[in-house]
């Protein structure tokens, strides 16, 4: 067909019939070898490389009581590193954190199980009618936990500073994570004796229960000597034991005798 003879609109039909078909490219005055154009290379697609999942690790509580426990020198730090501990659920639910009472001079170590409600209050441990109770038998046998005198002093702590919800039993994570608190503090102290009173004290320390079994038999731990007694809530609950208990009094007086 010869172009030519073509007039401008039949020209502007094959124009726009040649678009429909792609060719969407004007003739340039100079021929182009298209087998010399170098092809350019599809870009590969990058490669969808996953992101990393952060690495969450929860600080071990056990770890972190450790560590907090190591760094207290002295007792006032002490206190204020379990003030500041967050791992046990039992703080959120306390109002106060109930460190100790008593002298730390003395040659005595209670350590009781938790605090209760009129603790809980008081921020102080053994103040409600179990309280009562303890320091009347002390008064028994001549100690006081008002006594300036380190010879008859006593020095009172719990193995939780918080108070478990309806005073329940505290868990064994609960007591596991507060084991190295206790431990610095009973190293901190230095007593020569420890009394633990009541089933948990008994757990915590010795791994054993059973109340009934361990009190008035002299064992170890921490390397001090240790006398499992009656908690005296059980003694209010149960009369009847006051006599077993005053025969742990005896046996603890007449340790201390020795031990002067």
Known sequence: MQVESLD???????????????ATEAIGETPVNRYEVPREAPKP?????????PHVTAEDPVAAARAAAVAAGDLEALNEAIAAYEFCELKRGARTTVFSDGNPAARLMLI???????????????????????????????????SPDAEAAVYITNILPW????????????IGMMMPF??????LVDPDVLVLMGNISCLAMLGRKGITRLRGNWTEALGKPVLPMFHPAYLLRNPHAKREAWHDLLMLQARLRRSA
């Not at 199980?113 to 009562?132: L, N, S």
């Open 163 to 174: 108070r478990p919800p309806q005073n329940r039993d505290p868990t064994p994570e609960e």
């Open 182 to 187: 206790v431990a610095r503090h009973v190293e």
């Open 45 to 53: 697609k990058p490669a969808q490389v996953a992101e990393p999942v």
């Open 112 to 146: 009781g199980e938790a605090p209760g409600r009129d603790e809980d209050i008081q921020g102080k441990p053994f103040v409600g009618r179990a309280g009562q109770l303890l320091d009347r038998m002390l008064d028994a046998i001549g100690l006081s936990r008002t």
């Open 8 to 22: 401008s609109n039949a020209l502007r039909a094959l124009l726009e019939w040649q678009v429909e078909l792609g």
